[in-house]
Nanobody
Framework: QVQLVESGGGLVQPGGSLRLSCAAS????????MGWYRQAPGKQRELVAD???????NYADSVKGRFTISRDNAKNTVYLQMNSLKPEDTAVYYC???????????????WGQGTQVTVSS
């Protein structure tokens, strides 16, 4: 089994910062890409940022220059540093990890439980 545990969401004023974390644990053999998605009320889930095992990053245009994704391979953890937050960043944020685990011969996507980020004054 694999578990993804997210933390770091909350309420922040516009212009503020938050740091999200997502730690993967369980019978993991290797981790490929890791990423963050978000879903606002009434909208579809969208990619925020992702990072390959080699450290190559990709960002949605709406967060470029404000958000930074990183990972600690030793801890199987992905982070999302969010700066200059705007009300339109309000959403539930989900981590997504593509990994290979014991007993399965192909990599699969796993999702975190989601963490609420609210940007409001």
């Amino acid at each position: 089994q694999v578990q993804l545990v997210e933390s770091g969401g909350g309420l922040v004023q516009p212009g503020g910062s938050l740091r999200l974390s997502c730690a993967a644990s369980g019978s993991i053999i290797s981790i490929n890409a890791m990423g963050w998605y978000r879903q606002a009320p009434g909208k579809q889930r969208e990619l925020v940022a992702d990072i390959t095992s080699g450290g190559r990053t990709n960002y949605a245009d709406s967060v470029k220059g404000r958000f930074t994704i990183s990972r600690d391979n030793a801890k199987n953890t992905v982070y999302l540093q969010m700066n200059s937050l705007k009300p339109e960043d309000t959403a539930v944020y989900y981590c997504n990890v593509n990994l290979l685990r014991v007993g399965v011969f192909w990599s699969q996507d796993y999702w975190g439980q989601g963490t609420q980020v609210t940007v409001s004054s």
